[in-house]
């Protein structure tokens, strides 16, 4: 099947925030200003995709809105099969099972059930920056404080961590959780095998949980692979929260679904515990569809 990256497709009038919020007065969100006369609207200000999704996504939606009734509902077997399947063929990994999986409304609504879950008010968390400005305004909501450790270029101008620095600030700060972005937003690394072995050893020896954000893992371009968090170490795989969605791979950000991969079970117990409050953190059962469509093997092309 081929797959059309160059047709620019006209989105407005169709909810698009990207296009429609640009000069409007928008309340939730910091949208620019309207393009002078003779400019066109660029719709390069949120992180959103501008082609059309895989074609078996919204075959799978409309198949199931074929069916007149959405009352309540359980999460299917399909799906969470699809999720393993996924992170089998593509990330390589084995012995991930339902369990380990947890719905999510959005990354970064796990970022703040974590936060919440493992750190007091007040308490700082570490990042590397630059960093991703949902990471800290999810910890400027939730009265938590940002300690960044600044990301350095080798001599070929490749961002690298600072390991001696990592280090350094979990032990000045007594720091018990920190926010791994793998492959990093904004620099953009895919993070190697060894690098991330020695940013999860810096974890290991001062007893920090990793909150891994890998919602970029499936756009890699030349010829980088994705090495999961969790498949660095036995430790690795007991002290990370790892959280995925197909939203930015696949264009679905409107539907609203992400999820975590979470193996040990004391620290998903309290993430589950904590999302699980609020009330809100329920799947809409079009967006389990569209994963599974997302999921199939016309989305691995």
Known sequence: ?????????????????????????????IAPT?????????????????FGTVPTIPQKIIQRAEHPLYGYYIPTDEY???????????????????????????????????????????????????????????LEDTGRVAELSPLKKDDNGIWRMDYE???????????HLAILCSPHNPCGRVWTRDELEQAME???????????????SDILLNGHKHIPTQSISDDAKKRTIAVYAPSKTFNLAGLIGSYHIV??????????????????????????????GAYQPEGHR
């Open 1 to 29: 099947m081929k797959y059309d990256f160059t047709t620019m497709p006209d989105r407005s009038g169709k909810d698009a925030l990207a296009v429609d919020a640009i000069g409007a007065n928008v309340s939730w969100a």
């Open 34 to 50: 309207a393009p002078k006369a003779g400019f066109s609207k660029i719709p390069m200000w949120v992180a959103d995709m501008n």
């Open 80 to 138: 969470y099969d699809s999720i393993i399947r996924w992170h089998e063929q593509r990330n390589g990994v084995s012995g991930l099972c339902k369990r380990d999986i947890g719905y999510e409304n959005g990354v970064l609504g796990c970022v703040s059930s974590a936060i919440q879950a493992f750190t007091a008010p007040g308490e700082k968390v570490l990042l590397h920056s630059p960093t991703y400005i949902g990471f800290t305004h999810v």
């Open 165 to 175: 620095d990592m280090d350094r600030r979990l032990r000045k700060n007594h720091i």
């Open 202 to 216: 810096v974890f290991r020896r001062n007893d920090c949980i990793v909150i891994s954000d890998e919602i970029w």
């Open 263 to 292: 193996y040990d079970c004391y620290l998903r117990d309290r993430i589950m515990r904590q999302s699980a409050m609020s009330h809100y953190n329920a799947m809409n059962v079009l967006s389990m569809h569209a994963l599974i």
